[in-house]
């Protein structure tokens, strides 16, 4: 017997954001882990084009010292 999982759906798409704010740090900490890396599409559901997005966000964000790089 197979269980099937139900597919999780895009955070972003949910909510209609198109742009994603590198300043809205509490947002961007959701989709990393405790040691500062971003989370896996899969982990979260995101869509490639809004994991990209949430990429470029979260390293422009690391570049302000909005979130940090490796939490020690």
Same mark, same amino acid.
């Given at each position: *017997? ?29 989709? *990393? ?40």
């Amino acid at each position: *017997m197979e269980i099937q999982q139900e597919k999780k759906l895009c955070y972003f798409c949910q909510h209609k954001m198109d742009k994603i704010d590198f300043k809205d740090a509490y947002l961007l900490r959701r989709f *990393m882990n405790s040691q500062g890396k971003i989370y896996p599409p899969k982990r979260h559901g995101t869509c490639a084009r809004h994991q990209r997005t949430l990429a470029n966000a979260i390293k422009k964000a690391r570049s302000m010292a909005l979130v940090p790089f490796v939490v020690k």
